[in-house]
């Protein structure tokens, strides 16, 4: 089974400042990498697949990049709507699909 | 567009059965795969199950293998998990999410999920 890290497991960011969340892999996943953001109360949602494509409707201040075991999810200019629970999850070796613990970005 | 709605979730005593459902619509649900995702209070999300598009493959996380059977009935655009022998982790919001095409990957839609509460 693959094991997915993220760090840190919460982020404190001012609104406009550009946010950086780190997902690790216990081997290479490729680029068979996803990132879902999650608000209190809903679903999750579907940001980026491929490690770098973004989601239909997805703004393009969420970038991912990375390959093989690190991966990145950059929100260039934080607005009060991304505060939330972002997740990372693989789908190269399966099953099972494994997840991240998440990464909560809060207001600082 | 795309929906997802479960069902069936409620409060069961441990050993206990449950079986949830998910009603799709937007999409041509025979393509695709399906899977069930949960999330206990507080915590993560874990997946649980998956079935390909035509049910021909289902797996399961070893956390539940044993104990539910997911299902589909593509006539009638549903999916079903059954639950048997349920222990308190069980205890979860459980959603279902479909995948990007018919046979494993991400979840590009989801559904908004129905609480289990497995308690004495």
């Known amino acids: 089974e693959i094991v997915m890290t993220q760090s840190p497991a919460t982020l404190s960011v001012s609104p406009g400042e550009r946010a950086s969340l780190s997902c690790r892999a216990s081997?290479?996943?490729?680029?068979?990498l996803a990132w879902y953001q999650q608000k209190p109360g809903q679903a999750p949602r579907l940001l980026i697949y491929?490690?770098?494509t973004r989601a239909t409707g997805i703004p393009d201040r969420f970038s991912g990049s990375g390959s093989g075991t690190e991966f990145t999810l950059t929100i260039s200019s934080l607005q009060s709507e991304d505060f939330a629970v972002y997740y990372c999850?693989?789908?190269?070796?399966?099953?099972?699909?494994?997840f991240g613990q998440g990464t909560k970005v809060e207001i600082k | 567009q795309v929906q997802l709605v479960e069902s069936g979730g409620g409060v069961v005593q441990p050993g206990g059965s449950l079986r949830l459902s998910c009603v799709a619509s937007g999409f041509s649900f025979y393509m695709y795969g399906i899977d069930w995702v949960r999330q206990a209070p507080g915590k993560g999300l874990e997946w649980v199950a998956f079935i390909r598009s035509d049910g021909s493959t289902e797996y399961y996380a070893d956390s539940v293998k044993g104990r539910f059977t997911i299902a589909r009935d593509n006539s009638k655009n549903t999916l079903s998990l059954q639950m048997n022998s349920l222990r308190v982790e069980d205890t979860a919001v459980y959603y279902c999410a479909k995948d990007r095409g018919s046979f494993g990957a991400y979840f590009d839609s989801w559904g908004q999920g129905t609480l289990v509460t497995v308690s004495s």
């Open positions: 491929g490690a770098s």
């Open positions: 999850q693989q789908y190269n070796n399966w099953p099972p699909w494994t």
């Open positions: 081997q290479s996943v490729r680029s068979d």
